[in-house]
C-alpha cells in the first residue's frame, strides 16, 4: 500500500454530474484540477445511466418562460425553503451557459431538428421541462474533464478534509482496490457528493433498490460539517412515486406526457383532490398518495391509456432515457402503457432537497462558497442546487468560484505533514477487527430507526426517540469490521448515512411546525406556520454538538 | 441478479468492472483469459452503464422475482 502526496489549485470530491461540471468550471478558468470519485467519472454519480430532463425558463413566451416567472415558481413551490438572491446567481445567471456548454460537449437539450421538446408538472405555470436524450451525458463529461487535463482519481474514496488555520485545504482518500492512500493539497476544495439515499427503509426490500443513486451517502456533507461547515434544509425527508418493484426514475416523462394516478377504486385522486390536479407538486402528489393508502384506497396506478399513440410513441422510444433499464423492466413484469394503468408506491426517504428548486446539505452563498474559507459546494449536496438543472449550472458555478478563491491566494498554504501512519490507520481500522458487525447490519437498523421515528409522520416524542436510539447505534460505529476493500469504504458509507440520520433528526425536532408535507411533516404542529417558519434551520457543530438556529427567507 | 454476461460473446475487456458505479462487477480469471462475475448482486442498482458500455454487447439485464412479483 502506496500514499500519495498531490498538489492542486481545486479539488473536487464526487464525479458525478455536478463534479464534472464543476471541474469544468475550474479547469476552464484556469485552475489546475483533481477530481475523485468513488466510481469513475464516466458513470458514477445519479445520472450515470442516463437522464432525460432539464429544468429551464427559455424567453419563449413573455408571461412564464422568463427569469422573472421562473424566480416567482421558485417562491411559490419552496415556500421559504430557499433564498431567491442565491438560486438567480447558481442557476439563473449560468443558465444560458450551461445549454450552451452541454451542446458544446456534443449533448444538446435540443431534439435532432433543433428544437427542444418541453413538458410540465409539478407546479410549473409552463413547460419548464426539456424532455432530451442524456444516455451518453456522462461518458461525454468524462471525456471533456479530462481533456481539459484535469487529475482524475477513480474509484478513489474520499474520507476526510484536511485544514489549516480554519480553512479547508484539500482532503484525504483511498483507493477502492489498491488500498493506496491519497493525500490531496489544494487551494480551494468542492464538495459534490450528492444527498444520502440508503437512510431509510426501503419499501421494495433491498436497500439498494433506490430511486437515486444507492452510493450517495453524504459523505462529503459529513466532512464539511466536521471541518466547520454550515448544513441546511436537513429536516425534509424527500420522498418519490415509483413503479411498484423498481426504484427507477422516468415517472416524470409520464406526468409531463400527461399521465394520470389513480387509485384502486378507480378514482383519479389528483384530479379530485388538488386544484393543480397530476401536475401539482411533487410534495402534493407524495402526500396524496399516502392519504390514499391509509384510507384504504390503494393499490396506486399510474394510468397513460388515453394518451395519443403519437405521445405513447415518443414515450416508449424516451423511457429508457432516465433509467436505461426501465424498458426491460416494464417489458419482463408485462406492463403495457396503451393497455393498463402501472402500479406505483411511495418511494423510499431521502435526504434531500425539498422541492426540484431548492436543496438540503451544505450551505452555500450567492457565490457557491459554504461557511468555510476554501470550501465550495454544487450540486444535491448543497442548499441551494437541486436536479439535474441545478447540478449543470450551479457546479460550474462552484468550479469557477474554486478557481477564482485558488487563483487569488498570494501564496500556497503551507506544506501540509506526511500522510501519518496512524491517520491511515484510523480508516482502515475495519479491515483489522476480528470480531465486530457487518455495516450492513448497523445500517440496517438504523434505517428502521428513521423510518419508524423520522419518517414521513414525525412528533416530539417519537423523534426524540429516534435521537436516543441513533446515539446508541453510533457507539456501534467503531465496532464494524470489513473483510475487504469494498466492505471497507462500506463502513465508511455507514457511518456518514448515520450522521446525516442525526443532523436530519435534530433539525425535524426543531422546526415545530410542518412544512411541504410530507417531507417535514409533524403531527404535532400539523399547519405550515409561514409567519415564524418560512426560513432555513441552520445547523452547526459546537464540540461534540450539532446546533441549530433559523435563519429567515424573504417570499414574495 | 441483472446484469448476465454471455461469455461465449465477451471478450474480457474489464469495461464494466471499471465503469460500475458501485463497485459491484470484478474481473476474475478462467481458462478463457479475464471474465466478468457479479462479486456484490445485491448492491446493483441496475443503472443499465454495463450494458451501454459492453463493446461486444455480451450484457443482458434480468430482474430478479423479488423485483418482478411484489
Redesign the interface.
Known amino acids: 500500500m502506496d500514499i500519495h502526496e498531490l498538489t492542486t489549485d481545486v479539488l473536487i470530491v464526487g464525479g458525478g454530474l455536478a463534479g464534472t461540471n464543476a471541474a469544468m468550471g475550474a479547469a476552464e478558468n484556469g485552475a489546475d484540477v483533481v477530481i475523485a470519485d468513488?466510481?469513475?467519472i464516466?458513470?458514477?454519480?445519479d445520472i450515470?445511466?442516463?437522464v432525460d430532463h432539464f429544468m429551464a425558463f427559455l424567453n419563449q413566451d413573455p408571461e412564464w418562460d422568463t427569469r422573472e416567472a421562473f424566480l416567482g415558481y421558485v417562491d411559490k413551490v419552496g415556500r421559504g425553503t430557499g433564498h431567491l438572491d442565491i438560486i438567480e446567481s447558481v442557476y439563473c445567471a449560468e443558465l444560458n451557459a450551461a445549454i450552451e456548454r452541454m451542446a458544446r460537449i456534443g449533448n444538446p437539450l435540443t431534439q435532432p431538428d433543433g428544437t427542444f421538446y418541453r413538458t410540465r408538472s409539478m407546479g410549473q405555470p409552463g413547460t419548464y421541462w426539456i424532455n432530451f436524450n442524456g444516455?451518453?451525458l456522462k461518458?461525454r463529461l468524462g471525456k471533456a474533464v479530462r481533456d481539459l487535463g484535469c487529475r482524475v482519481l477513480?474509484?478513489v474514496m474520499m474520507v476526510d478534509l484536511l485544514t489549516r488555520d480554519g480553512a479547508v485545504a484539500g482532503g484525504i482518500g483511498f483507493h477502492?482496490?489498491s488500498g493506496d492512500f491519497y493525500r490531496v493539497r489544494a487551494k480551494a476544495t468542492v464538495i459534490s457528493t450528492g444527498n444520502s439515499n440508503r437512510l431509510y427503509e426501503n419499501p421494495?426490500?433491498?436497500p439498494?433498490?433506490?430511486w437515486l443513486?444507492?452510493?450517495d451517502t453524504g459523505d462529503g456533507q459529513i466532512m464539511a460539517f466536521k471541518a466547520g461547515a454550515a448544513l441546511s434544509n436537513m429536516e425534509y425527508m424527500r420522498m418519490t412515486l415509483l413503479p411498484?418493484?423498481?426504484a427507477?426514475p422516468g415517472f416524470n416523462a409520464l406526468v409531463g406526457m400527461g399521465g394520470r394516478f389513480l387509485n384502486g377504486l378507480g378514482e383519479y385522486f389528483m384530479e379530485k383532490n388538488h386544484p393543480m390536479g397530476n401536475r401539482a407538486p411533487r410534495y402534493d402528489v407524495v402526500y396524496q398518495a399516502l392519504q390514499e393508502i391509509r384510507m384504504g384506497h390503494g393499490p396506486l396506478f399510474i394510468d397513460c391509456r388515453h394518451l395519443r399513440e403519437e405521445d405513447l410513441a415518443h414515450l416508449r422510444a424516451s423511457l429508457g432515457y432516465d433509467?436505461?433499464?426501465l424498458p426491460?423492466?416494464f417489458e419482463?413484469?408485462g406492463e403495457n402503457l396503451r393497455t393498463n394503468p402501472v402500479e406505483i408506491t411511495v418511494s423510499e426517504g431521502m435526504q434531500a432537497g425539498p422541492t426540484e428548486v431548492t436543496g438540503s446539505g451544505i450551505k452555500i452563498d450567492r457565490e457557491s462558497a459554504s461557511t468555510v474559507p476554501g470550501l465550495f459546494a454544487c450540486g444535491d449536496a448543497c442548499d441551494h442546487n437541486r436536479c439535474v438543472h441545478g447540478a449543470v449550472a450551479g457546479g460550474y458555478k462552484a468550479g469557477k468560484s474554486a478557481a477564482a478563491h485558488a487563483l487569488g491566494m498570494k501564496a500556497s498554504p503551507e506544506a501540509p505533514d506526511a500522510v501519518a501512519r496512524e491517520e491511515v490507520d484510523r480508516f482502515m481500522a475495519p479491515m483489522g477487527r476480528s470480531t465486530g458487525y457487518p455495516q450492513r447490519q448497523i445500517e440496517d437498523a438504523l434505517r428502521k430507526i428513521m423510518a419508524e421515528h423520522v419518517g414521513p409522520m414525525r412528533s416530539e416524542n417519537g423523534i426524540q426517540m429516534g435521537i436516543r436510539k441513533l446515539k446508541r447505534l453510533e457507539g456501534s460505529l467503531d465496532q464494524m469490521k470489513a473483510t475487504d476493500l469494498?466492505e471497507l469504504?462500506r463502513t465508511h458509507e455507514t457511518r456518514s448515512l448515520l450522521l446525516i440520520g442525526q443532523m436530519m433528526a435534530t433539525a425535524a425536532l426543531y422546526r415545530t411546525e410542518s412544512r411541504n408535507k410530507p417531507y417535514h411533516h409533524r403531527l404535532d404542529y400539523p399547519e405550515t406556520d409561514q409567519e415564524n417558519w418560512s426560513g432555513l434551520v441552520v445547523l452547526r457543530k459546537e464540540g461534540e454538538r450539532i446546533v441549530c438556529e433559523f435563519e429567515p427567507v424573504s417570499t414574495r | 441478479m441483472?446484469p448476465v454476461f454471455d461469455y461465449e460473446k465477451c471478450i474480457g475487456c474489464g469495461t464494466c468492472e471499471?465503469?460500475?458505479?458501485?463497485?459491484v462487477i470484478y474481473m476474475k480469471q478462467s481458462d478463457d483469459g479475464p471474465e466478468p462475475y457479479l462479486?456484490?448482486p445485491?448492491?446493483?442498482?441496475?443503472?443499465?452503464?454495463c450494458?451501454?458500455?459492453c463493446p461486444e454487447e455480451a450484457v443482458t439485464?434480468?430482474?430478479p422475482p423479488?423485483?418482478?412479483?411484489?
Open positions: 468513488k466510481g469513475a464516466e458513470r458514477s454519480g450515470g445511466g442516463g444516455k451518453r461518458p477513480d474509484k477502492i482496490r421494495r426490500i433491498n439498494f433498490n433506490t443513486c444507492p452510493f411498484k418493484g423498481f427507477a433509467k436505461d433499464t426491460d423492466y419482463q413484469r469494498h469504504m | 441483472p471499471e465503469l460500475c458505479p458501485g463497485d462479486r456484490y445485491d448492491e446493483c442498482w441496475h443503472c443499465g452503464s450494458r451501454q458500455d439485464i434480468l430482474f423479488d423485483m418482478l412479483s411484489i
